[in-house]
């Protein structure tokens, strides 16, 4: 068993959990980073989705896919707390982030939400299948600075578009950034929705909030 980031990348694709786990383990006690190895999960997890839109995996590997990349993302986390460095991180801002209505993938959505966290900013994770009027009301009751909408299928294109237009219509377009982001999006998606910009992976998430808000 080969144990680096392309290993884990493909163990992750090919759904063999055990192995993805062990690799996952292995290199982060060798010192990996946890964004080049957030980086091989989204690889991962990028292959399936593209067979699940295929029709090459269903939805039972959709959620085996996320399992092995929570548990990941905790192995990450406990060893982030053990190191001093790491710990009482100030937090830079506040994000609201979900899958939009329709949709009910949260792998990608996930990947960005850790990535954020680990990165110094408050997330408030609204989840899957979320409606417009629910990101308006986390947006109005944390006073967020950033939006993000994932989705994984194209049938979200119209929540997002609706999703802006709702922030919009409570006054509250001007106070925030809006991106979004998952495999079915791109810059043509980003224009036809409204929103400030597309990230294209979860990096891009991160360094577009930092700019957002001036960090």
Same mark, same amino acid.
């Given at each position: ?8 990348? +493909?163990a992750i694709a090919?759904?063999r +959990?055990?192995?993805a786990?062990k ?6 006690d ?5 964004i080049?190895?957030l ?10 989705g593209?067979?699940?839109?295929k029709?090459?995996?269903f939805?039972?590997?959709?959620m085996?896919a996320g +399992?092995?990349l ?6 990450v986390?406990e ?17 609201v ?6 949709? #009910?993938?949260?792998?990608?959505k ?8 680990v990165n110094?900013f408050e997330v #408030?994770? #609204?989840?899957?299948d979320?409606?417009a009027e629910?990101?308006v009301e986390a =947006?109005?009751?944390h006073?967020?600075q950033? =939006?993000?909408?994932?989705?994984l299928?194209?049938l979200?294109?119209?929540p ?10 409570a006054g509250?377009?001007?106070?925030v950034? #809006?991106?979004i982001?998952?495999a079915?999006?791109?810059d ?10 597309w ?5 891009e998430a =991160?360094?577009l909030?930092?700019?957002?808000v001036?960090?």
């Amino acid at each position: 068993m080969e144990t680096n980031t392309k290993s884990l990348a +493909e163990a992750i694709a090919e759904l063999r +959990e055990e192995e993805a786990l062990k690799i996952a383990r292995t290199l982060l006690d060798f010192g990996t980073k946890p964004i080049d190895l957030l980086d091989a999960c989204r690889q991962g997890v990028e292959v399936v989705g593209q067979r699940f839109e295929k029709g090459e995996y269903f939805l039972p590997e959709l959620m085996l896919a996320g +399992e092995v990349l929570t548990q990941i993302s905790g192995m990450v986390k406990e060893k982030m707390s053990q190191a001093p460095e790491e710990g009482g991180v100030s937090r830079l801002g506040k994000v609201v982030l979900g899958t939009v209505k329709g949709d #009910i993938h949260d792998i990608g959505k996930n990947i960005v939400s850790f990535l954020l966290d680990v990165n110094g900013f408050e997330v #408030i994770d #609204i989840g899957v299948d979320a409606p417009a009027e629910k990101f308006v009301e986390a =947006v109005r009751q944390h006073q967020a600075q950033v =939006v993000g909408m994932s989705c994984l299928l194209t049938l979200a294109y119209e929540p997002m578009k609706e999703t802006v237009e709702a922030l919009a219509a409570a006054g509250l377009r001007d106070k925030v950034r #809006i991106m979004i982001g998952g495999a079915a999006t791109n810059d043509q998606v980003r224009a036809y929705t409204g929103a400030d910009a597309w990230g294209k992976d979860a990096v891009e998430a =991160v360094n577009l909030a930092r700019k957002w808000v001036g960090r």
